[in-house]
Structure formats: structure tokens, C-alpha cells
């Protein structure tokens, strides 16, 4: 069966939201980051980049990274209609994808979160920090400009918006920063979902 390897409040929670928008039968497998799961042998056998989110199919491989695991399953579950078929507009949802996972993951809130992985030398991390909320700030102003007028990034519901929710997601309950009005007003509509209320329950943060 589907399985999606996932550690609670991860990025891999954008994953478990299409899954739940699909409505298919899968499986969850907690990697224990606590425990320092994502590096014992077991879960480097699932994925040996120690990160979440993993997919295992139903053919036994295994798909990584967040914006080939969110095009798999939009292309694979047509109906749902997770992502346009039109090429301008399904390429302008991978560009929003991209960004959010590449950009604002990756670099800014790296930075802010994970400030070791820039430095190890303690002095720096304020400076660090401070970078990756500035890089997060620019971010969610284009995309609160994105969202003017519209519910959803690309105007219909799309991977773009779980991409966006988990961002949204660490802004709003980890960070405590404000999002700007469009942004926090997606996350609302996102929140609103029962599909992300579903996640939610399963992982353990409802
Ligand atoms: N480029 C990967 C990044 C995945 C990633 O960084 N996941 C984080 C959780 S949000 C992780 O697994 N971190 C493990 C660790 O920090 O040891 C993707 O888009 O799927």
C-alpha cells in the first residue's frame, strides 16, 4: 500500500494533505527525529537522504522530494485535479512549488530554524536568523500578492496550496510571526479543510 514516511509538523505534512484530498487508502510510518531515526539504517534503506517526505507506491519504490512526490500524485489522480493540465498554468504551479520548497524552505527558513546547518560557530546564528526572516518576509509578500483577489494560489486548489500550508503552517505555530492579510487568510481556508483537519488528528497536533 501507499506508505509516507513523516515526522509530525514537517514539511512532509503537505504530502499527507493531498493524500487526505485523494482519499485513497495509505499507510504512515513516523521517522523519529527525536530519536534520530532519519539516520539509522532502517529508514536510509527508505531513503538514504535522511529526509521526509518519503513515498513508498504500491510497486515497492520510493519517491523523494516534495515537488516530484506533490506532481506524482496530482498526475496519477486526474480527478482530483491537484494540478492544471494546461501547460502554461500547470508550469506556473511548479514555478509557485519551486519557490515555496527551493527558496523559502530550503534557504530562509533553514536559516531561521535550522541555523547550524549555516554555522556552527554560535556568535553567527543571530545574524543568520535574522537573514533567513528577511528572505521569509519577501517571500510571503509575493505570495500575499499571488493570493490578491484569489482563494487559492493558482486561482483553483492546486499542490501549490499544500506547499504553501506547511509554511505557512511553521510562520504561524513555530515562529509566531504574522503572515500578511492574503496569506493568513489562505491559511484559514487551508485550516478549514478536512482534509488538513484529518492530518492534523493523525500526526498528533490537532
Ligand atoms: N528537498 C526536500 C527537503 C525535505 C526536508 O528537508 N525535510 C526535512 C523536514 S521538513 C527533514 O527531513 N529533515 C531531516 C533532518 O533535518 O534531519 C523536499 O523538498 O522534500
Same mark, same amino acid.
Not at 554555522?119 to 553567527?124: D, G, L, M, P
Given at each position: 500500500m501507499t506508505t509516507l514516511y513523516y515526522m509530525p509538523g514537517t514539511c512532509a505534512m503537505g504530502i499527507h494533505v493531498l493524500l487526505e484530498e485523494i482519499g485513497k487508502p495509505y499507510d504512515l510510518k513516523k521517522v523519529d527525529f527525536a530519536n534520530q531515526a532519519q539516520f539509522g539504517p532502517e529508514y536510509m534503506a527508505i531513503n538514504p537522504k535522511s529526509k521526509v517526505p518519503a513515498l513508498e507506491r504500491d510497486d515497492g519504490t520510493v519517491l523523494t522530494e516534495f515537488p516530484a512526490i506533490a506532481t506524482w500524485l496530482a498526475l496519477t489522480n486526474p480527478d482530483k485535479k491537484l494540478l492544471a493540465t494546461d501547460p502554461e498554468k500547470l508550469t506556473r504551479t511548479l514555478e509557485t512549488v519551486d519557490y515555496i520548497v527551493a527558496t523559502l524552505h530550503m534557504q530562509a527558513w533553514t536559516r531561521f530554524w535550522r541555523t547550524v546547518n549555516y554555522?556552527?560557530? *554560535? *556568535? *553567527?546564528h543571530p545574524k543568520i536568523k535574522a537573514r533567513g526572516k528577511e528572505m521569509t518576509e519577501k517571500g510571503l509578500a509575493l505570495l500575499d500578492k499571488q493570493l490578491d483577489k484569489k482563494e487559492w494560489l493558482m486561482g483553483d486548489f492546486s499542490i501549490a496550496d499544500s506547499a504553501l500550508y506547511f509554511f505557512e503552517f511553521w510562520i504561524a505555530e513555530r515562529a509566531n510571526w504574522p503572515l500578511p492579510p492574503n496569506v493568513a487568510a489562505h491559511y484559514q481556508r487551508m485550516k478549514a479543510r478536512p482534509s488538513v483537519q484529518n492530518m492534523l488528528k493523525l500526526e498528533g497536533l490537532a
Open positions: 554555522s556552527t560557530v *554560535e *556568535e *553567527e
